[in-house]
């Protein structure tokens, strides 16, 4: 089955500086890849996803890149502010109509002012 | 639009006693999921319904966890007896119907924090 790692586990930063998130996943089948953010007792909320058919989608301070080859994608958060602090998780799944995602462990972001 | 609704959203029992969870997915969404979130981790999923069958269940402890949707909508999740390993939270996303086989989002309720003492 589908194994998606996630580096780093935590992530410090000042506040306008940049946030780089990386997940590699194990099938090459898998082709939808969003990424969600939960903050401290909340629920995981989408907040940019990306297909395998482009490489990169962009949405304001955050993007996501993907390299199908190496089967890696990463979340780029720029301009950092610190309701931006949370837990990130990356996760995979292939489009078959539903979806079952895996997720990685999740990176815990701080941001300082 | 209200969301995904969850029930209780905290729970602490004993081991070896039941529990059930209870989840009130959006309207319309036709697919709903149960995730099981340990303390620093990402959400695992436990079982999937399309409608009122569950569609893959393959992660789902079947000896103490149960689940059922009878009518299509709400679900509850079930365990007994419940276990110290337990403890977690459990989540509930649906999700609407995708078009062409593609994934849509889905959306997460607030979850309910199991604890077995």
């Known amino acids: 089955g589908e194994n998606v790692e996630q580096h780093p586990s935590t992530l410090s930063v000042q506040e306008g500086d940049s946030a780089v998130i990386k997940c590699t996943y194990s099938?090459?089948?898998?082709?939808?890849f969003p990424w969600y953010k939960q903050e401290l007792g909340k629920r995981p909320q989408l907040i940019i996803d990306?297909?395998?058919?482009?490489g990169e989608k962009k949405d304001q301070r955050i993007a996501v890149t993907l390299n199908k080859t190496a089967k890696h994608f990463s979340l780029h958060i720029t301009e950092t502010q610190p309701e931006d602090s949370a837990v990130y998780f990356c996760?995979?799944?292939?489009?078959?109509?539903?979806?079952?995602?895996?997720f990685g462990t999740g990176t815990r972001l701080l941001v300082s002012p | 639009e209200a969301g995904v609704v969850q029930s209780p959203r905290y729970k602490i029992i004993e081991k070896k006693q039941p529990v059930a969870f209870w989840c009130n997915p959006i309207?319309?969404?036709?697919?709903l999921y149960w995730y099981r979130q340990n303390l620093g981790q990402g959400p695992e999923l436990l079982i999937r319904?399309?409608?009122?069958?569950?569609?893959?269940d393959s992660q789902l402890p079947k000896d103490r966890f149960s689940a059922e949707r009878l009518k299509g909508v709400d679900s509850t999740l079930k365990i007994q007896p419940a276990e110290l390993g337990d403890s977690a939270v459990y989540l509930c996303?649906?999700?609407?119907?995708?078009?062409?086989?593609?994934?849509?989002?889905?959306?997460f309720g607030q979850g309910t924090r199991l604890t077995v003492v």
């Open positions: 996303a649906s999700s609407p119907p995708g078009g062409f086989g593609e994934n849509t989002e889905a959306f």
């Open positions: 099938d090459s089948a898998s082709n939808y």
């Open positions: 990306i297909r395998s058919n482009v």
């Open positions: 996760a995979a799944s292939k489009d078959t109509g539903f979806q079952k995602l895996v």
């Open positions: 309207s319309g969404h036709n697919t």
């Open positions: 319904y399309e409608n009122e069958e569950a569609v893959d």
